[in-house]
């Protein structure tokens, strides 16, 4: 009796102060325009690629018509340099009248007719990163509007911030998002500026407030760019792992497949390490010009079925060979069935590696029949103190899924599935 009054307690002032709209039960889909059309606002000179409501329309048309809504892709998200350079007189944003002639609300009808989502961008400081007007001081009358118009994500940045006030701050939009009763999936940059002013992150309030965040710097159009990344959540990875999950996801940035640095090879890894890391898979990229190779790296339903496994537990580095620069990631999926990576950071020639099954992390005693995913074949079934050899191409992968044998035997006297 007791007992219950305290769970009541403590369940009330929970579900009173947290996110609670349901969403991102698994990584979120979808595109998203930074990294690949950052701030070009200057439609005069570049009208197909400037940030305007054509260009985020464009890209609607593109997920329906080329297959990426259909494999999961569905929020399109607006981010820096949407708005008007000030407020209007009732101090509400507004987008940029020029380049959004059906504003916010008129986007987000044309993104739901269609069976997609709307996502949009705020910052917590006095100015965006780009220096468009700031959501300080006016949180809850943003979370307001942007409800009003119908939106469905929230990026909230953190540029020209006290990031002291992070923790109270973005846990307060948290509370006016909720209070609009539309349900809007909530992505905090809160955690990455903490990381950069070297104040001690709270993942349990971070995992409270927010569906997915931002850990770590930008992603660029570079390799370096992703290996650098991968290196910051393999060194985070016993922090990081355990407060991912249904609702609450990790987030290491775009996917920049199909933009101007990334090989064949290089892209099949990005997609395999986000997949790992039960990472969102946001496209930044130009959907209008993607060449065939790297669409059907994106639409690899395979790799997307494990980034979209219902378990939502996040993928970890198990082994690391320094000679050869090749490491080994798994994420354990939902009925026992892990996936690996192999990842190569070797810029020499492919490799063959060789590994023991049981030192994948691959916990139980079980034979695993394993599917090489990429290659859509399979290896063969294979015991835990069984070797198994893959075959990896410098900046490559091999991804693989392991899937374990459904078979009786004998314990406790009783016949029990192994
Ligand atoms: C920050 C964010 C980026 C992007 C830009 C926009 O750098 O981390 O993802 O939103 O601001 O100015």
């Not at 079980?366 to 191409?393: H, R, W």
Request: glycine share 6%; aromatic share 10%.
């Amino acid at each position: 009796m007791w007992a219950s009054a305290v769970l009541l307690v403590l369940l009330g002032s929970f579900g009173a102060n947290a996110l609670d709209n349901g969403l991102a039960r698994t990584p979120p889909m979808g595109w998203l325009a930074w990294e690949r059309f950052r701030c070009n606002v200057n439609c005069t000179a570049d009208p197909k690629n400037c940030v305007s409501e054509k260009l985020f329309m464009e890209m609607a048309d593109r997920l329906v018509e080329d297959g990426y809504k259909d494999a999961g892709y569905e929020y399109v998200n607006i981010d820096d340099c949407w708005m008007a350079k000030q407020r209007d007189a009732n101090n509400k944003l507004y987008a940029d009248p020029e380049r959004f002639p059906s504003g916010i609300k008129g986007l987000a009808d044309y993104m739901h007719k269609k069976g997609l989502k709307l996502g949009i961008y705020l910052d917590y400081g006095t100015k965006t990163c780009g220096g468009y007007p700031g959501s300080l001081d006016y949180l809850e009358l943003d979370a307001k509007t942007i409800a009003d118009w119908g939106v469905d994500m929230l990026k909230m940045d953190g540029c020209y911030a006290d990031v002291k006030t992070m923790k109270t701050g973005y846990p307060q939009m948290t509370k006016y998002l909720n209070a609009t009763g539309r349900p809007i999936l909530f992505s905090c940059s809160w955690p990455d500026y903490e990381r950069g002013a070297g104040i001690p992150i709270n993942y349990t309030l971070v995992a409270e407030n927010c569906n997915i965040w931002r850990n770590y710097v930008d992603i660029q159009d570079s390799w370096q760019s992703v290996l650098s990344i991968i290196d910051y959540y393999a060194k985070e990875q016993d922090t990081l792992v355990p407060v991912a999950g249904p609702g609450n996801f990790n987030d290491p940035d775009m996917l920049i497949i199909g933009d101007f640095s990334l090989s064949v090879e290089q892209a099949k890894a990005q997609m395999a390490m986000w997949a790992i890391l039960a990472a969102p898979l946001l496209m930044s990229n130009d959907l209008r010009t993607i060449t065939p190779e790297y669409r059907d790296i994106l639409l690899n339903k395979d790799v997307i079925a494990i980034s979209q496994d219902n378990a939502g537990i996040m993928g970890k580095r198990v082994l690391q060979h320094h000679a050869n620069g090749i490491e080994a990631w798994t994420r354990p999926l939902s009925n026992g069935v892990f996936s690996i990576v192999f990842f190569s950071r070797s810029v020499k020639e492919p490799e063959f590696v060789t590994v023991v099954m049981k030192a994948l992390a691959v916990s139980s005693d079980t034979s695993y029949e394993v599917t090489d995913v990429y290659a859509q074949k399979s290896m063969g079934v294979f015991k835990p103190t069984d070797s198994i050899t893959v075959y990896v191409n410098p900046n490559g992968v091999v991804m693989l899924k392991a899937t374990p044998q459904k078979v009786w035997k004998v314990e406790n006297n009783m016949i029990v599935l192994n």
